[in-house]
């Protein structure tokens, strides 16, 4: 066995909030150890801008192109990541010595159906910043890992199935086992055993939620779920909102994040809903379209494990309780990290790429077979 690597993630989701910075000891394969995690807040006017960007990216059809805001988003996207990797090794300076990073950059398009999705990031410029704050030649970087896949036919989401797998054999005797993401858009990961995982995206989770408080309020997201607890679900209002093909599709699947604001604003009728009831309704389709999966799994699962930003929203994890049927714990109740997760899969990833196995599969992605990834910018 190839001995473990250091290896950093580099995390900006889809819910726009910040950067996660994670360390994790791994060989691609297994989890050695698990280092500190941190998330860097994004300013608001970094927000904002991210939020254009988004926006301008719309019209896309080169993924090198960068319209618009497009290009000052991207290098101010990068310098952020940049801030956070250093604050990060400030903090933890034992790890200037890590082997590799593995850098997502910013989803601001995912549209596999037309073969394009567009990460912001300029991975030759963090790879430069990240020499100059670690020791001996640097660590390799890895970015710009889901182009190789949506290139090949598969949907490049979601990547972080093969982590879940990889922590799931830590929990004892292989059960079925779901595991949920929970960022802007949700995705799952069903594990039994060593077979290939199976996944997809499986409909909105925070960001339409966002998105109606931010419209509403000056409210980022919902803390807790509080607001939601107050409000009332529109039970016929979630009916049609699942009526959309998309939610009765099979795995694989994936999503942009903007994909369903269009079909919200024609059938959820939030405009005449008061705030609570709104957020109250967003947060059912969330879980409803997460119970929308299980009938094409090949077993019902024992439990469901939820991680990212959405996991903290109690009501939003009671509605996924009261809508599967099964238990639903946190990644901290069973000893993984509920924040970090997603960056530390992007270390396993990055790893993984070194070591020329796959990141997305059939099962995961609809790629035609296994599928290598990432482009690697060596130490000079």
């Keep these: 066995m190839d001995r473990p690597m ?8 889809t819910s726009l909030d910040g950067i996660d910075v994670a360390l994790i000891e791994t060989d691609g394969e297994t989890i050695a150890s698990f280092g500190p995690g941190r998330t860097y807040v994004y300013a608001p006017e970094t927000r904002e801008l991210l939020f254009r960007a988004l926006a301008d990216a719309h019209e896309m059809t080169d993924r090198d192109a ?3 805001i497009l290009a000052r988003a991207e290098r101010l996207s990068t310098e952020r990541h940049g801030q956070a990797l250093a604050a990060f090794l400030k903090e933890f300076p034992a790890y200037r010595e890590v082997d590799v990073i593995g850098y997502h950059g910013q989803t601001v398009l995912h549209r596999p159906e037309i073969g394009l999705t567009v990460q912001l990031g300029d991975g030759p410029a963090l790879a430069r910043t990240a020499r100059m704050m670690t020791t001996g030649r640097g660590p ?15 949907q490049g989401a979601p990547l972080v199935p093969v982590y879940h797998r990889a922590l799931a054999r830590g929990l004892g005797p292989p059960k079925p086992l779901l595991v949920l993401n929970l960022g802007g858009v949700a995705n799952v990961t069903y594990v039994d055993g060593r077979a290939d995982p199976i996944a997809c995206d499986t409909g909105p989770a925070n960001a339409l939620i966002d998105d109606f408080l931010k419209a509403r309020t000056d409210l980022p997201f919902d803390d807790e779920g509080i607001i939601a607890a107050h409000g009332s679900v529109d039970e016929a209002a979630v009916d049609r909102l699942m009526t959309h093909p998309f939610f009765h599709r099979p795995p694989p699947k994936s999503l942009d994040r903007n994909d369903f604001r269009a079909w919200v604003n024609q059938h959820a009728g939030l ?7 709104g957020v109250a309704t967003l947060t059912a389709l969330s ?14 699962p024992d439990r469901l494990i939820a ?20 238990e639903v714990a946190t990644a901290d109740d069973v000893g993984w990290s509920t924040d970090a997760l997603e960056a530390q899969a992007f270390g396993f ?3 993984r790429a070194l070591r020329g196995l796959p990141l997305s599969f ?12 990432g482009r690697v910018i060596a130490p000079a």
Aim: hydrophobic content about 50%; charged content about 15%.
């Design 6 to 13: 250091l290896a950093i993630g580099l995390m900006s989701g």
């Design 140 to 154: 390799t970087l890895v970015y710009d890992m889901r182009a190789a896949d949506v290139a090949a036919g598969g």
């Design 66 to 68: 960068r319209p618009g």
């Design 307 to 326: 991680a990212g930003g959405g996991a903290h929203n109690a009501t939003l994890l009671r509605f996924l309780r009261a809508r599967l049927g099964i």
């Design 349 to 351: 990833l990055a790893v």
């Design 287 to 300: 879980a409803a379209s997460v119970a929308a999966v299980l009938p094409h799994l090949p077993k019902r």
């Design 362 to 373: 059939p099962t995961t992605t609809g790629v035609p077979s296994p599928m290598l990834g």
């Design 271 to 277: 405009d005449a809903m008061n705030t609570a009831d």
